[in-house]
């Protein structure tokens, strides 16, 4: 993370980038851990450091400590005059941070317990969004001296690296774990492309590339059926059930230690 922190400081005060950059470390890891409550809760305090740090360089002022509130900042600074400061600082960061705010203020532990419960869903959506906020902000900070591209490759290395079971190469996915059945690595391979649709054929591949041979990967693509909704075509899209069982899966296999 230093090196993080050395290309946010010439923009932003250190004391605030700091403080971001630990709870975004902090969520990272119990989101890895499949602690997903405590992940959304980490985002929550990221973006409070996160929003000190970009009202403190647009002059923008805020409360301190317990009497600060996320909304007022956010619509001080969507406030600020068109081209005073960079869009990214007046509109997008803190719209981007409300979407994490509000999703950390108001679900958790309020959902109904007869319902699906919501934690890894939302933990699902804070974590990429919290990522691109810090990648923007290094944009930001190192404009014409960071290619966008290093700072977004900068942030996802950082959270890649606390995913070490599950590893993805030029959109091929394995799945690294002690134990694994042919659909332990069907559902996760589904669970990765989520929303998005999975093809019969190109699901078996995938599986059978994770080690199965070409027989046993059918028969787990047959049977994740009852996982998906096939839009008739063939085309798969796993449902929440599915979702669930192969966040289990990745749960269990980072427990095992691989």
């Not at 042919?182 to 589904?190: F, K």
């Amino acid at each position: 993370m230093s090196d993080v922190s050395t290309l946010l400081v010439p923009a932003f005060p250190a004391k605030h980038t700091k403080a971001a950059l630990t709870h975004f470390t902090n969520a990272v890891n119990d989101f890895g851990q499949g602690d997903w409550e405590d992940s959304i809760a980490k985002t929550g305090k990221f973006v409070e450091a996160i929003l000190k740090a970009v009202a403190t360089h647009c002059g923008v002022p805020f409360e301190s400590v317990r009497k600060f509130k996320a909304d007022a900042v956010i619509n001080a600074l969507g406030q600020l005059a068109h081209g005073s400061y960079d869009d990214s600082l007046r509109l997008l960061i803190p719209r981007a941070c409300r979407v994490i705010y509000d999703i950390a203020s108001n679900r958790g532990a309020r959902h109904d317990p007869d319902e699906i419960d919501p934690n890894s869903m939302d933990a699902n959506v804070v974590m990429p969004v919290s990522a691109w906020i810090l990648a923007e902000a290094i944009r930001y900070a190192q404009k014409g001296v960071v290619d966008p591209s290093q700072a977004r490759d900068l942030v996802e290395s950082l959270v890649e690296k606390k995913y070490p079971v599950v590893e993805e190469v030029e959109g091929r996915i394995y799945l690294h774990a002690k134990k694994k059945s042919a659909v332990d690595v069907g559902l996760v391979i589904l669970a990765r492309r989520y929303p998005r649709r999975v093809s019969r054929d190109d699901l078996t591949e995938a599986i059978k590339r994770n080690g199965f041979t070409l027989a046993n990967a059918k028969v787990a693509t047959g049977r994740v059926a009852k996982f998906v909704d096939d839009d008739g075509t063939g085309q798969l899209r796993l449902l929440a059930p599915g979702l669930k069982n192969a966040e289990e899966i990745i749960v269990n296999a980072l427990k095992a230690g691989k």
